[in-house]
């Protein structure tokens, strides 16, 4: 008898083959807490880390059911080490996401996909203890029907919030959203849907990243709430819903927020990256429905081109890549394929022809991933969102943290969320108890002047 999973993965299997077809079919001519994530003026630590904050989905029945942010203590030297020590619930369930921290590091902003509620946690009076200092209630209506915060990306005085969807009709159609760090609205950038360079913009948005050497900014494209927030099994039988997925990444000017050139990247391109480390510049991201790794370089004539450079697992089997983590040196780069439940090492040396050198599974499912800057610690949660998860015995829900001597990943500690009677673990940001000796990686408090955006306000 075939397994409730097994049918799963193969219904899945069939409708994503079939969208990765459609997908490249229709292709138009022409043509988020790890370290090494974090905003270039974001203030990093680059030694040991002392917490970690799982901002985590409540579950019907489990604990008190509310979304809440969940403090590690991850410092080996601690009493506490590997062990919760802090809870705070927001009340209700949001779909908690993605976490952002501020450009001074105080701060850590949450969004919720569903109610589109943003929550700004205090995080530097006491690190150890969150204290929940905000909630913006009126994002849909001050941006101007903008639904789905996702990614909260710092700039100088600024938060850069991505939408998923639009209040019109919850499809994949949106924008950016900028916030002052006081937490009140800025202005609202929508993607564009019109032709540039060969290319028809689709209007998706996903996730963004700056490069500040190069003053551009790469954004990706997911879906609306309508897919997101429908159950995966019956997402994946539905074809017309299956070809409303995002198609395109765009380069920006970040300080304008112009789009510069619009790119042909078919499979819902996800988590974008810029290399930190020396060499050529160049952004990478994977499509999850293609399995496919495009990296960003500009040509000798300057231009920014996007090129298809690997295929992650094998597509028939729909690996399903979701996060990646690149190294700070930018010549690795870590993948979580969520229905395996693996994650891929690949060398990024030459990031024109990267390799797959290593990979282990960590769970039954496994979602996000975020290292160390030191690239030694790999932690590891669970939760891709409520209604895509797996269901049954399939369905685990984790922390878990690995070392990495650059050849074998070794456990640390794990901790189950749904035996601590928390929720699904989804993503994480980390936190040091001291902050004073904390830079930013590429745009100290001296450079902030030039780096601020010069969109009308």
């Given at each position: ?9 193969r219904g899945l299997k069939a409708v994503l083959t079939a969208a990765m077809a459609m997908a490249l079919a229709f292709q138009p001519p022409a043509a988020h807490a790890d ?131 639009n209040n019109k009709d919850h499809g994949g159609e949106t924008a950016h959203v900028i916030y002052n760090n006081k937490g009140e609205y800025v202005k609202t950038v929508w ?73 042909n990247t078919p499979g819902a391109p996800l988590e974008a990256r810029w290399n930190w480390g020396g060499g050529k510049d160049f952004a990478v991201t994977t499509a999850a ?169």
């Open positions: 008898m075939m397994s409730k999973n097994y049918r799963f993965t370290e090494t994530s974090c905003s270039p003026f974001t203030p990093l630590i680059k030694g040991q880390e002392d917490f970690v904050y799982v901002w985590t989905l409540g579950v019907e029945g489990v604990g008190d059911g509310s979304d809440k942010l969940v403090t590690v203590d991850v410092n080996p030297k601690s009493k506490t080490f590997g062990k919760v020590i802090h809870t705070l619930s927001v009340g209700g369930r949001n779909e908690a996401h993605h976490l952002g921290l501020s450009d001074d590091r105080r701060y850590l902003w949450g969004g919720g996909l569903d109610t589109s509620k943003i929550f700004i946690f205090d995080i530097h009076t006491d690190p150890a203890k969150p204290r929940l200092v905000k909630i913006i209630t009126d994002f849909v209506e001050k941006s101007g029907g903008v639904v789905g915060p996702h990614t909260f990306y710092a700039i100088p005085g600024r938060m850069i919030i991505t939408g998923l969807s993607i564009p849907t019109s032709e540039m360079n060969g290319v028809k913009g689709d209007g998706y948005n996903y996730d963004v990243a700056i490069n500040p050497r190069k003053s551009v900014m790469l954004s990706t494209s997911f879906t609306g709430w309508n897919n997101y927030m429908m159950d995966l099994g019956k997402l994946v039988k539905d074809q017309e819903a299956m070809k409303r997925f995002g198609s395109t990444s765009v380069m920006w000017d970040y300080k304008t927020l112009i789009p510069l050139k619009i790119f429905l293609t399995s496919k790794i495009w990296v960003y370089t500009q040509d000798e004539k300057g231009e920014w081109q996007a090129h298809e450079v690997g295929t992650i697992g094998n597509p028939s089997e729909i690996p399903l890549p979701v996060d990646i983590s690149i190294t700070s040196d930018g010549k690795g780069m870590w993948i979580n394929t969520f229905m395996d439940g693996t994650t891929r090492y690949w060398d990024f040396s030459d990031p024109m022809k990267p390799i797959e050198v290593y990979k282990k599974k960590i769970g039954s499912q496994v979602n996000m991933v975020s290292q160390s800057y030191d690239g030694k610690r790999i932690y590891f949660t669970s939760s891709l969102l409520a209604n895509w998860d797996k269901k049954g015995q399939d369905d685990e829900q984790f922390l878990k943290m690995y070392y990495w001597d650059g050849k074998e990943l070794k456990l640390g500690f794990a901790i189950d969320f749904y035996k601590e009677k928390l929720g699904r673990a989804h993503h994480m940001k980390f936190q040091a108890r001291d902050m004073s000796r904390l830079r930013p990686l590429h745009a100290d408090a001296g450079e902030h002047e030039y780096a601020k955006l010069t969109l009308a306000e």
